[in-house]
């Protein structure tokens, strides 16, 4: 059974930094692209970053610049850097991995940016 477990979400002060990390354990198959979602409060989950196994990136346009996003495709992880925090960013991140067969899902880690 594939399983995603997201860690490093927490409270920041707004221009401050966050890493967040995504393991996967289980058998998974070969890996489309590795994403990070988040959901705010009252919207709809969206795309921040994703990472494809080709090896390009591509990136939302409220995060380009501040986020990074980085996989490792030997250990099935996946981060993602966030600089230049701003309270907009405050969401529950999920992490999501894109295989031939199947799309898997995190649980998702709290992330609030105070202003």
Do not use: H
């Amino acid at each position: 059974q594939v399983q995603l477990v997201e860690s490093g979400g927490g409270l920041v002060q707004a221009g401050g930094s966050l890493t967040l990390s995504c393991a996967a354990s289980g058998s998974i198959g070969s890996i489309k692209a590795m994403r990070w979602y988040r959901q705010a409060p009252g919207k709809q989950r969206e795309l921040v970053a994703s990472a494809y196994t080709v090896g390009n990136t591509n990136y939302a346009d409220s995060v380009k610049g501040r986020f990074t996003i980085s996989r490792d495709n030997a250990k099935n992880t996946v981060s993602l850097q966030m600089s230049s925090l701003k309270s907009e960013d405050t969401a529950v991140y999920y992490c999501n991995i894109q295989a031939l067969s199947a799309s898997y899902w995190g649980p998702g880690t709290q992330v609030t940016v105070s202003s």
